[in-house]
């Protein structure tokens, strides 16, 4: 309706990798870009040149909602999983529509940790603790978010994710405990609904709910 359109690439600024997202606008048939220069809206840097993460969409709210992996190399060694100081291994979900004066998009009021200190958590996280959420969608009948986070050595793990919840990496790798160094006694994890051994399948690349 508007021509607005949104793109999630990566880039290299500065000699650094960098996930960004551009606001772009199509042309007056809808056919082709406009040509005109995009806007960009986040900028994210990555400390290696995977788990970078995946889908952006807009979900039945209106909002968009960015997936994003803990960044590499292996392991989320740095803890970005965990920590509100990083967008990285975060549903991240943001307000294109509704935007204040000299900011680039506005953040939902019911995001869950807009109350929280902006040093300690930015109010722009929805859900956090994930490795690598490459694809997701929202069931088109029930509204659920479904994700698909690609595991490390030994679980696929196919989830429902609402707003607010830890899902576990790295402290936890699909049900099982995987390490301790970035758990925090006052968190809890939420379960996948579903987690699979290598033994079964490769890494979990669907998220979309069929309904025949």
């Not at 929805?126 to 690598?132: D, I, K, L, M, Q």
């Not at 936890?172 to 758990?183: A, C, I, L």
């Amino acid at each position: 309706n508007n021509r607005r359109f949104m793109i999630k690439h990566e880039t290299i600024i500065d000699g650094k990798r960098h996930t960004v997202v551009v606001e772009k606008r199509a042309s007056s048939d809808l056919l082709t870009d406009s040509g005109e220069v995009s806007k960009q809206l986040l900028k994210i840097e990555q400390p290696a040149d995977n788990h970078n993460g995946g889908t952006l969409a807009f979900g039945p709210d209106g909002f968009l909602y960015l997936a994003m992996g803990d960044g590499g190399p292996q392991e989320d060694p740095n803890g970005y999983s965990q920590s509100g100081r990083s967008f990285l291994g975060k549903m991240l979900r943001i307000d294109v529509d509704n935007v204040p004066p000299d900011h680039l998009y506005g953040i939902p009021h019911d995001n869950p940790f807009v109350e929280r200190d902006s040093q300690d958590w930015h109010h722009e996280i929805w859900a956090v603790g994930f490795r690598e959420p490459w694809r997701f969608s929202f069931d088109r009948k029930t509204g659920d978010l479904w994700l698909g986070d690609v595991g490390q050595v030994r679980f696929e793990e196919i989830c429902i994710v609402r707003s607010g919840e830890n899902h576990g990496w790295n402290v936890r790798e699909g049900r099982q405990s995987f390490k301790e160094t970035y758990r925090r006694r006052d968190a809890t994890y939420t379960e996948p609904l579903l987690a699979y051994s290598r033994y079964l399948g490769a890494s979990v690349t669907g998220g979309y709910v069929y309904r025949g």
